[in-house]
């Protein structure tokens, strides 16, 4: 992050307009050079809209993709896209073995949005055992991956491979999304597993495993218990931090980023277990719609976390991104005015900490 205290941040999706939904639709007739041309357009809007609103660290809203796990179909042969039976929603399954596809996918982002800003950028790609809860199935993998647990170790090089070329891209921040392992603080999630510290062990081994060694980059992890609450009013995993403890202390990372907009996200003394050296994102802004906190909750949240972190272990940024999926409705007026009052907070706490 900047070498300032509390920089500001988004977590990395941002609202897509209904011209950029179109745009990345299946069935839109723009391809090749002038799709590039106009989503290209699209993304220099977005960051001026977090440079207006004063962000010290920005993303492309991750507008180039479909959805933020998705992506790793971008990056692996061995996908198809389905219909999910639950939902009817777009799916896409493995069914083949893994092999490599565009390693560089995600650097090619990061490319592209070098030229449109001098601050720095963060990159995601998902975490290897969230894209097996989401993307393997018992009946359509079976044959490539019989356990789910083989398609995840696979997955683990793809993205390891993406994590070392973001790198050399001159990336700031490479964040693991990890909503998976968050999971496992709902007392009702664990109750689905035959060994649920296991399961959430497994899951932050192979975080560890894409990131491990790597130099030259700051490394995060991303915490979200809600992923898609906000927007489609799924599942609000409720739970302290306390179950998963254990594995967020072995995550081989800087940054490890955790919600704290609601009660139901349990007490922040859990910051005095964690590794010092960590930095801690602070999800102290709501990714609710409708819900704008001012600037006086957002700094009562940060100052919450001081009571057991040091300032230059804190960073600003929403609960969540603010689209995990293109099909979010979400209004982007609405996200300007939650990071300008990120930054509005940000700025109040370095003249009183400072």
Not at 196 to 218: L, Q, T, Y
Not at 308 to 323: D, M, Q, V, W
Not at 328 to 333: R, Y
Request: one cysteine or more; a negative charge.
């Amino acid at each position: 992050m900047p070498d300032i205290l509390f920089p500001t941040s988004v977590i990395g999706s941002l609202p897509r307009p209904r011209f950029v939904k179109d745009l990345i639709a299946d069935d839109c007739p723009i391809r090749g050079d002038e799709y590039r041309r106009l989503m290209g357009e699209a993304i220099r809007a977005a960051v001026a809209m977090q440079e207006t609103a004063g962000l010290d660290v920005v993303s492309d809203g991750e507008w180039w993709r479909k959805s933020y796990i998705g992506v790793i179909a971008e990056l692996a042969h061995g996908f198809e896209l389905s219909l999910n039976p639950a939902d009817g929603r777009p799916w896409t399954v493995v069914v083949d073995r893994l092999s490599p596809k565009q390693p560089g996918f995600i650097a090619q982002e990061v490319k592209f949005l070098k030229t449109l800003t001098k601050r720095q950028i963060k990159a995601t790609l998902p975490a290897p055992a969230l894209l097996g809860e989401r993307m393997w199935d018992p009946m359509k993998s079976a044959k490539a991956y019989p356990k789910r647990e083989d398609f995840v170790r696979d997955c683990v090089p793809i993205l390891r491979r993406e994590v070392e070329l973001l790198r050399d891209e001159g990336v700031a921040i490479v964040q693991v999304d990890d909503p998976h392992l968050c999971l496992f603080v709902d007392p009702q999630v664990r109750q689905q597993y035959d060994d649920a510290d296991w399961a959430a062990d497994f899951a932050a081994d192979m975080d560890n495993e894409v990131v491990s060694g790597i130099r030259g980059v700051k490394l995060a992890v991303h915490l979200c218990r809600r992923a898609g609450a906000r927007a489609r009013g799924e599942a609000d995993h409720r739970g302290s931090y306390d179950p998963i403890l254990r594995q967020l202390s072995r995550l081989k990372v800087d940054h490890i980023t955790m919600e704290f907009t609601t009660p139901g996200a349990g007490d922040m003394s859990v910051f005095q277990h964690l590794p010092e050296h960590v930095e801690i994102g602070l999800g102290c802004v709501s990714c609710l719609p409708g819900q704008i906190d001012s600037v006086e909750t957002i700094v009562g949240r940060v100052e919450a976390a001081l009571k057991y972190l040091a300032p230059h272990r804190i960073t600003l940024n929403p609960e969540c991104g603010f689209a995990p999926g293109s099909a979010a409705n979400v209004s982007l007026d609405e996200v300007y005015m939650k990071l300008r009052n990120e930054v509005t907070a940000a700025e109040r706490l370095r003249e009183k900490y400072g």
